[in-house]
């Protein structure tokens, strides 16, 4: 059964910094592209960054590049996402999914973690 | 940037068809995906490259992609279907993967 699973969520002041880590089973994770996609309270589903399976392509939306990094660690089968210069409207759940190449859909979501930017 | 329209709501009495629309410029020659999340729930995928469903998902669902509209089509609907539904696509322009905002499908 593919499972991702994403940690690192939690309470940060507006300015600071958190990284998000998933990892996943059932699936040979270096053969997969992977990203992250959050969702604000209430709100719809917002893509954030690709990665390829090899980690040489990358890719992010406007509202997150500069401050976001996606990576990954074959070996270690796992994804990030170091998340800086974070901001109030930053808070949502972030989802850790696979797939999203060129014309291919997300195919599995992981349960998602809550961040929330805050004072 | 590519932009997808999605209508806020539908809503559809039980044994009924509810069909959800995207639309996007020349959305026809497009790749849609489609996904479907339920309250507290990580989305699901549903429909693939327009018309594709992936295993587990009922023969109710299907799909269509043609022109400015896709189309996402719930036969019998059940009170199980009752969700938002998101269409995706990829925008060879940038790169960027894009999400219409949603439309939340309620059973009456």
């Known amino acids: 059964e593919v499972q991702l699973v994403e940690s690192g969520g939690g309470l940060v002041q507006p300015g600071g910094s958190l990284r998000l880590s998933c990892t996943v089973s059932?699936?040979?994770?270096?053969?997969?592209?992977l990203n992250w996609v959050r969702q604000a309270p209430g709100k719809g589903l917002e893509w954030l960054a690709y990665i390829s399976s090899g980690g040489r392509a990358i890719y992010y939306t406007d509202s997150v590049k500069g401050r976001f990094i996606i990576s990954r660690d074959n070996a270690k089968k796992s994804l990030f996402l170091q998340m800086n210069s974070l901001r109030v409207e930053d808070t949502a759940t972030y989802y850790c999914?696979?797939?999203?190449?060129?014309?291919?859909?997300?195919?599995?979501w992981g349960q998602g973690t809550l961040v929330t930017v805050s004072s | 940037s590519y932009v997808l329209n999605q209508p806020p709501s539908v809503a559809v009495a039980p044994g009924k068809t509810a069909t959800m629309t995207c639309e996007g410029d020349n959305l026809g020659i497009r790749s849609v995906h489609w996904y479907q999340q339920k309250p507290g729930q990580a989305p699901v995928l549903v429909m693939y490259n327009d018309r594709g469903r992936p295993s587990g998902i009922p023969e109710r669902f299907s799909g269509s992609n043609s022109g400015n509209t896709a189309t996402l089509t719930i036969s019998r609907v059940e009170a199980g279907d009752e969700a938002a539904y998101y269409c995706?696509?990829?925008?060879?322009?940038?790169?960027?993967?894009?999400f219409g905002d949603g439309t939340k499908l309620t059973v009456l």
């Open positions: 995706q696509v990829w925008d060879n322009s940038n790169d960027h993967r894009v």
């Open positions: 999914v696979r797939g999203g190449g060129i014309n291919l859909p997300f195919d599995s």
């Open positions: 059932g699936f040979i994770f270096g053969d997969f592209e």
